[in-house]
């Protein structure tokens, strides 16, 4: 596993043995924490994605649902709280340096692209809130870009 995870040139940390959390670089997501653990007979892949939606709970689920049947080694899944994680389980068999980059790539680009859609439909009242919020105090936006639909209309707009 560690080769394997050298080869794909992946920063991780082992805190345990058999357990590698891997941090995943990515663009609208900064960073996401990835759980890899070697069971007996199967590699379990663990990513925090987003925590639990704020509003529209069914859009979210809808979303995630519909999102899960074109992953391949992972799929959406939320917790106890409702926060969002990507999961799966690999047969040891299968372990390979090929298919550890291919799993984290996977994890990497399924979290890092529904990053903002998650968050505009499960929190679209607090951005909204956090555009009036800036735009009132002459605050920098740009880290709002994203949600660009959501800013409010203001007068002369």
């Known amino acids: 596993m560690e080769k394997a995870l050298r080869e794909s040139e992946a920063e991780f940390e082992t805190p345990a043995p058999g357990h590698y959390v891997v941090s995943l670089p990515g ?5 996401t924490a990835c759980s890899l ?3 007996d007979h199967t590699l379990s892949v663990n990513a925090f994605v987003v925590r639990s ?3 529209n709970h069914e ?7 519909e999102r899960n049947a074109k992953l391949a080694g992972v799929a959406f899944a939320i917790d106890r709280l409702g926060d969002v994680y990507l999961v799966g389980r690999l047969p040891l068999a299968a372990v390979t340096a090929t298919e550890v980059d291919r799993l984290l790539g996977t994890v ?8 903002n859609t ?3 439909l499960g929190f679209a009242s607090s951005i909204r809130r956090e555009w009036e919020w800036r735009l009132k105090r002459g605050e920098p936006t740009f880290n709002l870009a994203a949600f660009e639909r959501l800013r409010p209309e203001t007068p002369g707009d």
Do not use: C
């Open 37 to 39: 653990l070697l069971g």
């Open 108 to 115: 990497l680009e399924a979290a890092d692209s529904s990053f």
């Open 27 to 31: 663009t609208r997501k900064l960073s």
């Open 53 to 55: 939606a704020d509003e």
């Open 59 to 65: 859009g979210v689920f809808r979303w995630l649902l």
């Open 118 to 120: 998650l968050l505009e």
